[in-house]
């Protein structure tokens, strides 16, 4: 029951077909989603626009009910791909994604959030460049998060490889490791 409300509300959000495998939700601990993909557009039955092997986010539920502040002890992101298309007209698949859904949420008000440890493993970003013929991928993406907080600073790492290939020029591959405080 939960899958099929999670999915209603994304489709609504997204404006595009959302498909989950399995749904774990425990009001009081968290949720677990497997199998999550949003389908693409225009072509529904091509590679998803965005897909993720796992995703799990960890919660405590007091301080959101007592103190409205949203206590995530972990949030784990396993193998996301995202593919960006700008098309041959210069339009990007995204573009009308969240149009009108923008004050959804206003009658809430605002929410304190709080992030223990984040982790996105294995991913990968691809950009297809339909109007130029190029295409650029960013893969074995691994980003961590520590202790985020809206209110100050947190520390984070990035890391991942580089690739372009375009009918203009092609880049070497590269390699990108980083970390700090922001």
């Known amino acids: 029951r939960i899958k099929f409300l999670l999915i209603d509300q ?38 998803p626009f965005i897909e993720s092997d796992r995703f799990v986010a960890n919660f405590q539920f007091w301080p959101l ?12 992101l396993t193998s996301p791909k995202i ?3 700008r098309y041959p007209d210069g339009a990007w698949n995204f573009q009308d994604m969240f149009i009108s859904s923008a004050t959804r ?3 809430l008000g605002p929410v304190a959030l709080a992030v223990a440890d984040a982790r996105l493993t294995h991913g990968s970003v691809e950009f297809i460049d339909e109007a130029r013929g ?23 790492s990035l890391s991942f490889a580089s690739q372009h290939q ?11 490791d980083m970390d700090g405080k922001i």
């Open 83 to 85: 593919r960006i298309v």
């Open 166 to 176: 375009s009918v203009i020029d092609d880049l070497p591959p590269a390699t990108v």
């Open 134 to 156: 190029g295409r650029h991928e960013a893969s074995q993406i691994q980003f961590r998060v520590k202790d985020f907080r809206t209110s100050g600073p947190f520390w984070f």
């Open 10 to 47: 994304l489709e609504g959000v997204l404006h595009r077909q959302v498909v989950m495998d399995s749904v774990s939700f425990n009001p009081f601990k968290g949720v677990r989603v497997d199998g999550f993909k949003v389908l693409r557009k225009d072509k529904p039955w091509a590679e």
């Open 65 to 76: 009910l007592a103190e409205r502040r949203l206590v995530l002890d972990e949030i784990w």
């Open 105 to 107: 949420g206003a009658a």
